[in-house]
């Protein structure tokens, strides 16, 4: 019978992955007490402290959601339509969401003091017209609960194919506040979610459930723990949600490390996952690009940094001499419309390809403000996938290629499979484009309309990428309706059958 674990020792030895070794450092050895647990992550040898207070708040967050679940079974779907029009008209009403503007301000001003970005975390008017958007979204969505979707006949009885609920599902996210709102759908589908969200945003959150939240649950008569937050700011909260078997999907977003570290924790438990930590989209342009459109896309691609955000941009070198031209007009643009500095990467030994205009010492906006620093950075071939987390000032890699296929070639090596754009004016090149490019999103113009509530009106829970393989059975946008299992239902008729 395995002993439980109450204490550590610096430099003990922890075997992970198989066949390798790690030690336990002094720092995690004295701060390790009865009552915690620890982690192991067997792709890294990383080992995770969780306290027994983060620990203990995990637990209960997420026995509140499997309590939940239990009971939303025989909530009626009226109910939960009820549940998105009250929290929706609570978002809407500006004495209910005054503590929630609040609440957001604090935690601004709290990240900029800690020198943190604030780019995503700001409950701007048009972001919280989205949650409403978002909810009422939702409200109007049909259920699919106990949808019927196939039937088998025999003879003397039949088999019903049923969609129903998945169960609980654990939600892991950075400081978007509308993320909130957008993974509550997950209730439509017959499912409970818990949230732990990143300490930038916690107190917008916490005034979220305590002013819109728990009033609209209650008001509609929902289980109380149906959507249930983990009200930590420590990284081992997550850890400890994700670590907890009763889970019936993880989806962590966020910075791509952090994801990584997440997914791997959950699949240890047996958790399936759905990750959405890395992002940057690639624009390709061919020999049939219209300059025109490409300058377009490029500009239309640079707004804001999201996931969706242009990254990378590939020109094929035939047409460089008029395309080039057209890139650094539309970098022009940006800055214009932005006030700041765009900043370029290219790989070393096309360095001429940038303008002189473009090779001096600007200021480029960082999270802790104006950085003097070059225009145009070098990079190796290696690093074309690398993803620029950028505040104020956009930052793009630019890259001349031999052919579309060794764009296509490098995105599939590099990126994290995410989406591309293909400009050019040639169906064919299109249909190749498609068929060769491993990514879920491809398009043919910007690249900013890779987003479930844009594209699709449905708001989602996460964008996937493919970086871990292709999804089986689901698209690359993970929405609250697509959170769903099938069950079989018998019914016999001849009460005779048997085997």
């Not at 001003?109 to 975390?121: I, P, V, W």
């Not at 002013?211 to 609209?216: E, G, Q, S, V």
């Amino acid at each position: 019978m395995a002993d439980q674990l109450n204490a550590l020792t610096a430099g003990m030895a922890i075997p992970f992955g198989g066949d390798r070794v790690t030690t336990v450092p002094a720092e995690l050895a004295e701060s390790f007490a009865s009552g915690d647990r620890l982690v192991i992550v067997q792709d890294t040898g990383a080992l995770l402290h969780i306290p027994a207070g983060d620990g203990a708040i995990a637990q209960a967050a997420v026995t509140a959601a499997v309590d939940a679940f239990a009971a939303l079974g025989s909530v009626s779907d009226g109910a939960i339509t009820e549940f998105y029009r009250a929290f929706a008209a609570r978002l809407g009403d500006d004495a209910w969401f005054a503590p929630i503007a609040a609440a957001n301000a604090a935690d601004i001003e709290s990240a900029q003091q800690r020198g943190r970005t604030t780019t995503r975390l700001a409950l701007s008017d048009t972001m919280r017209a989205d949650m409403i958007s978002g909810l009422e979204t939702w409200a109007d969505a049909p259920s699919r609960r106990d949808l019927v979707v196939d039937t088998v006949d025999h003879v003397g009885w039949k088999v019903d194919q049923v969609v129903s609920g998945l169960g609980v599902v654990g939600f892991v996210f950075e400081g978007r506040p509308n993320v909130f709102a957008d993974a509550t759908g997950v209730l439509r589908s017959g499912n409970t979610v818990v949230f732990r969200i990143g300490s930038d945003a916690l107190r917008t959150a916490q005034a979220i459930v305590e002013h819109a939240l728990n009033p609209a649950l209650a008001e509609a008569g929902l289980p109380a723990g149906a959507v249930s937050l983990v009200e930590s700011a420590a990284h081992a909260a997550g850890w400890a949600m994700f670590s907890d078997s009763r889970l019936a999907l993880a989806v962590a977003r966020g910075s791509g490390s952090a994801v990584s570290q997440l997914g791997s924790v959950a699949r240890q438990a047996g958790v399936p996952v759905s990750l959405h930590g890395t992002g940057g989209a690639w624009i390709v342009a061919d020999r049939h690009a219209d300059g025109g459109r490409f300058g377009e896309a490029v500009f239309n691609s640079l707004d804001r940094k999201v996931c969706n955000t242009l990254n990378t941009c590939c020109i094929v070198a035939d047409r460089s001499d008029d395309l080039l031209g057209e890139f650094f007009a539309a970098l022009d643009r940006v800055q214009d419309r932005a006030g700041v500095n765009v900043k370029v990467h290219v790989v070393d030994e096309q360095q001429d390809i940038v303008p002189e205009a473009w090779r001096g010492d600007v200021a480029i906006g960082r999270a802790e403000g104006d950085v003097i620093e070059p225009q145009t950075s070098t990079l190796t071939w290696q690093d074309l996938g690398h993803e620029w987390e950028w505040e104020a000032s956009p930052e793009v890699t630019l890259v001349i290629v031999d052919s579309v296929h060794a764009a296509i070639d490098l995105f599939n090596e590099q990126s994290p499979k995410f989406a591309a754009s293909l400009i050019s004016e040639s169906d064919q090149s299109h249909d190749d484009f498609f068929a060769r490019i491993d990514a879920p999103f491809v398009g043919n113009g910007f690249t900013r309309w890779v987003d479930g509530q844009y594209a699709l009106n449905r708001p989602e829970l996460g964008l996937s990428n493919w970086e871990f393989g292709r999804l089986f059975g689901r698209g690359g946008v993970l929405s609250g309706d697509s959170v769903f299992t099938v069950r079989s239902r018998v019914t016999q008729i001849d009460p005779t059958i048997g085997r």
